[in-house]
């Protein structure tokens, strides 16, 4: 374990070395919270609709972008990257697990992004807009958790679709066909409240909901304490079954590689 530990370290250090980039993805963050922030006060000027009021969509709108921060799907964009140039057969003769290697990596990078974006985001964007506390201290537990299965069921996402490149030699149209699923059936930008009943019940039937708008009603003490444990239990089911269908596609791609590597 402590191999992976040094590429937590090393992934997490790197980072350090693009400052600029930091205050950029800062501004860009708030940028976002401002115009979403914009577009529901217009939207409830009238008042609550089913039950949300502006300052749930507010705080929605402030955990959400802090949310989609420190997700890990991203990660097949350098695994793609790894593959066309051909050093992924570099990363593959090292002595270390590369699955684990990629774990430990992105969660280096969203160590990082939780130091350095998530908190100077949250902490301006709660001075100008107000963030409300969690429901309870239950809620701000289930919260975490939540928050656990969403970074782990991303990195399930990321990595079952880089390893998809082991196959077809790029991810960009699985990796477009993801984002999109993500928009639509996560809740990041519309949650689930204003989903018409049957699109909301096909998005709670999908695990793209774990990663934005469970957490987030959690917090906000919108979920009932009755469902919050199923609930999790279900995110922990997504995740046995997406992990376990990478690793026996990891399997699959090993022997591909060998293959082609004669």
């Known amino acids: 374990m402590t191999t992976y530990f040094h590429f937590f370290a090393k992934s997490f250090k790197s980072n350090l070395a693009y400052r600029a980039q930091v205050w950029l993805s800062i501004l860009a963050s708030l940028l976002a919270i401002v115009s979403q922030v914009a577009i529901w006060r217009a939207l409830l000027a009238s008042g609550p609709v089913n039950g949300i009021a502006l300052r749930d969509m507010i705080t929605y709108v402030i955990l959400n972008s802090a949310i989609y921060v420190v997700l890990m799907y991203e990660m097949f964009?350098?695994?793609?990257?790894r593959l066309r140039t051909g050093d992924i057969a570099i990363d593959l003769i090292k002595p270390m697990r590369y699955?684990?290697?990629?774990?430990?990596?992105?969660?280096?990078?969203?160590?990082?992004?939780?130091?350095?974006?998530?908190?100077?985001?949250v902490f301006v964007a709660a001075l100008l807009f107000g963030l409300?506390?969690?429901a309870?201290?239950?809620h701000a537990?289930?919260?975490v958790m939540a928050m656990g299965i969403a970074t782990i069921l991303s990195f399930a996402f990321g990595y079952l679709i880089a390893l998809l490149a082991?196959?077809?030699?790029?991810?960009?149209?699985?990796?477009?066909?993801?984002?999109?699923?993500v928009i639509m059936f996560s809740g990041s930008f519309l949650p689930l409240w204003f989903f018409p009943a049957g699109w909301a019940d096909v998005a709670r039937a999908l695990p793209f909901q774990f990663l934005?708008?469970?957490?987030?009603?959690?917090?906000?003490?919108?979920m009932p304490v009755t469902e919050i444990a199923p609930t999790l239990a279900v995110g922990l089911m997504w995740i046995v079954l997406l992990m376990g269908a990478a690793a026996l596609m990891w399997a699959v791609s090993m022997r591909r590689l060998v293959v082609q590597g004669g």
Request: charged letters at 10%; zero cysteines; aromatic letters at 18%.
């Open 136 to 138: 309870s201290p239950l």
């Open 166 to 181: 082991f196959h077809f030699l790029t991810t960009l149209h699985f990796s477009w066909t993801f984002l999109g699923l």
């Open 77 to 81: 964009e350098e695994v793609d990257d």
């Open 99 to 121: 699955p684990l290697y990629l774990l430990a990596d992105q969660l280096g990078n969203t160590a990082y992004r939780l130091a350095f974006y998530v908190a100077p985001t």
């Open 141 to 143: 537990a289930a919260f």
């Open 212 to 222: 934005g708008f469970v957490p987030a009603a959690i917090y906000m003490g919108k």
């Open 132 to 134: 409300t506390a969690p």
